[in-house]
C-alpha cells in the first residue's frame, strides 16, 4: 500500500528553502511563515533585502515563487 506522507514541519519547509537559496552565498532565508496548506519562506541578501518568497506545499514539498 502507499505510505501517507507526514505533513513538513517549519523546519522542514526552512530546510527545503535553504537547499533552494544553497547555490548562492549571498542568500539566505528570513522568515518562514505557516499559510492555509503551505509554508512562505522569505529568500533575503545576507543585508536583509527581500529577493524572493517561496510557497512551500506542506503535503508535497513542492516549491514555487510567490509573487
Partial sequence: GQQQMQPLDE???R???QNYAAGN???K???VSE???SYEATIVTQNGSLVEKLLIDK???GMKKAF
Avoid: C, K, R, Y
Fill in 11 to 13: 523546519n522542514s519547509a
Fill in 15 to 17: 530546510e527545503l528553502a
Fill in 25 to 27: 552565498p549571498n542568500l
Fill in 29 to 31: 532565508i528570513g522568515e
Fill in 35 to 37: 499559510q492555509d496548506g
Fill in 59 to 61: 503535503q508535497t514539498g
